[in-house]
Nanobody
Framework: QVQLVDSGGGLVQAGGSLRLSCAASGRTFRTYDMGWFRQAPGKEREFVAGISWSGGSKYYEDSVKGRFTISRVHAENTVFLQMTSLKPEDTAVYYC????????????????WGQGTQVTVSS
């Protein structure tokens, strides 16, 4: 069993930065691939970034490449999403996610979700 708690969202101006955190509980956290998804008002939830259980592989949705960086610290059971050069279209609720398949996580094959944290980017 893994529990995920998201934090770090807020209101920021376009061009600004935020760092989201996902604190995980459970001894099996290290075996999970982790990711971030987001859901804007009136839109479906979409994949943003993922990181393999070892931290050795990272992958990003095209619109955030070069702006967002995902990382994980096993000793702290935490996953981060550093977001820079934020745009108004990045406004959404961001969700941390855990899954056992590196291939299927971006497709929404998620075993555990965080509660979400709101990111609002003003123009």
């Amino acid at each position: 069993q893994v529990q995920l708690v998201d934090s770090g969202g807020g209101l920021v101006q376009a061009g600004g930065s935020l760092r989201l955190s996902c604190a995980a509980s459970g001894r099996t956290f290290r075996t999970y691939d982790m990711g971030w998804f987001r859901q804007a008002p009136g839109k479906e939830r979409e994949f943003v970034a993922g990181i393999s259980w070892s931290g050795g592989s990272k992958y990003y949705e095209d619109s955030v490449k070069g702006r967002f960086t995902i990382s994980r610290v096993h000793a702290e059971n935490t996953v981060f999403l550093q977001m820079t050069s934020l745009k108004p279209e990045d406004t959404a609720v961001y969700y941390c996610a855990a899954g056992l398949s590196y291939i299927d996580l971006p497709k929404g094959e998620v075993d555990y979700w965080g509660q979400g944290t709101q990111v609002t980017v003003s123009s």
